[in-house]
């Protein structure tokens, strides 16, 4: 009998690694909606290498968001929305996109030109059918 209790708990905890093991494998999925910024983009994953909060001003940056994927939830969000403004003046926004969620909308991606910011701190605010999902903060130097 207890070599039935030792082989029953043994086997409950073998199973209990299996399953941790394949819930918190790195399937690719996007677990949540993302803000990056960088130099240079993964052409296989569409994802920044390198993703930086500081960067250079006089240099090409790529901005990329990712969109976690909500299938399964009864209300898909329609769009979604990116602001850029100043940290130190939030009513003067820079930029405004609006990305419409078609079937397949996994992110988005923009340039910001060399010198066309001044140096200084600044925002990404990512907003889900007016909700705010994401906001990233990165210096200009």
């Known amino acids: 009998m207890l070599k039935k209790k030792r ?6 905890v073998l199973i209990s690694i299996v399953f941790f093991f394949f819930m918190l494998k790195d399937d690719g999925e996007i677990k949540r909606d993302n803000i990056e910024m960088g130099y240079k983009t993964n052409d296989e994953s569409q994802q920044i290498i390198n993703p930086q909060n500081k960067v250079d001003r006089n240099k090409e940056v790529i901005v990329s968001t990712h969109f976690k994927d909500n299938l399964g939830k009864e209300k898909q969000n329609k769009n979604f929305t990116l602001k850029l403004d100043n940290i130190k003046d939030k ?10 969620n078609d079937e397949g909308t996994s992110g988005y ?18 907003y889900r059918d ?12």
Do not use: R
Request: no cysteine.
């Open 130 to 141: 007016n909700n705010l999902s994401v906001e990233k903060v990165f210096t200009f130097k």
């Open 7 to 12: 082989f029953l708990i043994l086997f409950i």
């Open 109 to 126: 991606e923009f340039k910001i030109s060399p010198g066309k910011l001044s140096a200084g701190k600044y925002q990404i605010s990512l």
């Open 91 to 100: 009513s003067n926004v820079l930029m405004e996109e609006t990305i419409t």
